[in-house]
C-alpha cells in the first residue's frame, strides 16, 4: 500500500490544502475559496464513491445508473467552465463523441469486461479526458472569437460562411486543448509515472503489464481528446455554444 489512511494522512492533506488556499490568496491569483471548496468536496465524494462502488459492482443496472451520473456531472461542469447561459448542455456532444465509441470498442474487443470493477476506471478516466478537453477547447475557442470579434467580422465582410470565419480564427486556439495530453503521452515514463502505472505495480502486476496498461490509457485518451475539441470546435463555430451578448463588451 504506498498511503497509510490514518490520522498523519488527513493531517498532511489538510496542511497541503491549505498551503494551496494560502499560496493563491497570498499572490492575489483568486479562487482560494474554490480551491478549499474543491478539496472539501473531493474528500466527500471519493469518500461516498468508495462505498457505492461496493455496492455498484455486482448489479449491471446500478453499473449502468453510476456511469450515468458521471456523464452528466460532465456535461454539467464542462458546460458551465465554457458558458454560463442555456447553451453549457451542448458539453453532452463533445463528451460522447469521444467517450461511447472508445469505451463501445474497448467492450465489443473484450479488451474491457462489462463489471463494475473495471469499467468504472476506465470509463472515469476517459470522461475526465474528454471533459478537461472540451472545457479547455471551448473556452479558449470562444475567448478567442471573443478577442478577435473584428477579424472575424471581417471574414464574413469577405464573403466567407459564418462558421468558417469562426473556424479561422477559433481553430489554432481551440487545438491548444490537446497539448496537455500531448506533453503528458511524450513525457510518460521520463517526467512522470502515470497513477495508472503505479497502480498496475502496486496491485501485483509485472512492469510490462502495467506498462502495456498505460499505453492503453494515454492513447486511448489521446482519441478521445482529439473527437472532443473537434466537436466543440465545430459547436462553437455553429453558434451553438455561445457567449451571451452582454458579456462580450463593447
Do not use: Y
Not at 462558421?163 to 515514463?189: F, K, N, Y
Amino acid at each position: 500500500m504506498l498511503l497509510p489512511v490514518n490520522v498523519t494522512l488527513g493531517a498532511v492533506l489538510v496542511a497541503l490544502l491549505l498551503l494551496a488556499a494560502g499560496v493563491a490568496a497570498a499572490t492575489h491569483l483568486g479562487r482560494h475559496r474554490e480551491i478549499l471548496i474543491a478539496g472539501v468536496r473531493a474528500a466527500v465524494q471519493l469518500g461516498v464513491v468508495a462505498l457505492a462502488i461496493h455496492w455498484v459492482v455486482g448489479s449491471l443496472p446500478l453499473l449502468l445508473g453510476f456511469l450515468t451520473l458521471m456523464f452528466a456531472v460532465a456535461v454539467r461542469t464542462a458546460g458551465r467552465r465554457m458558458t454560463a447561459n442555456t447553451t453549457w448542455w451542448w458539453a453532452a456532444a463533445p463528451i460522447a463523441a469521444g467517450v461511447v465509441p472508445v469505451v463501445s470498442a474497448l467492450l465489443l474487443t473484450g479488451l474491457v469486461p462489462v463489471k463494475g470493477i473495471a469499467l468504472i476506471p476506465v470509463t472515469g478516466i476517459l470522461i475526465g479526458g474528454a471533459l478537461t478537453a472540451t472545457v479547455l477547447g471551448g473556452r479558449r475557442a470562444l475567448d478567442e472569437l471573443t478577442a478577435r470579434r473584428g477579424e472575424v467580422e471581417a471574414g464574413m465582410a469577405l464573403g466567407l460562411l459564418d462558421r468558417d470565419a469562426r473556424l479561422e480564427i477559433a481553430r489554432p486556439a481551440a487545438s491548444d486543448a490537446l497539448l496537455p495530453g500531448l506533453d503528458q503521452t511524450r513525457t510518460v515514463g521520463l517526467v512522470t509515472l502515470p497513477g495508472a502505472f503505479v497502480g498496475m505495480l502496486l496491485g501485483g502486476a509485472s512492469p510490462v503489464q502495467a506498462g502495456a496498461v498505460q499505453l492503453f490509457v494515454l492513447v486511448a485518451l489521446m482519441a478521445v481528446q482529439a473527437i472532443a475539441v473537434s466537436v466543440v470546435l465545430e459547436l462553437v463555430a455553429r453558434g451553438r455554444v455561445h457567449r451571451d451578448v452582454r458579456d462580450l463588451g463593447p
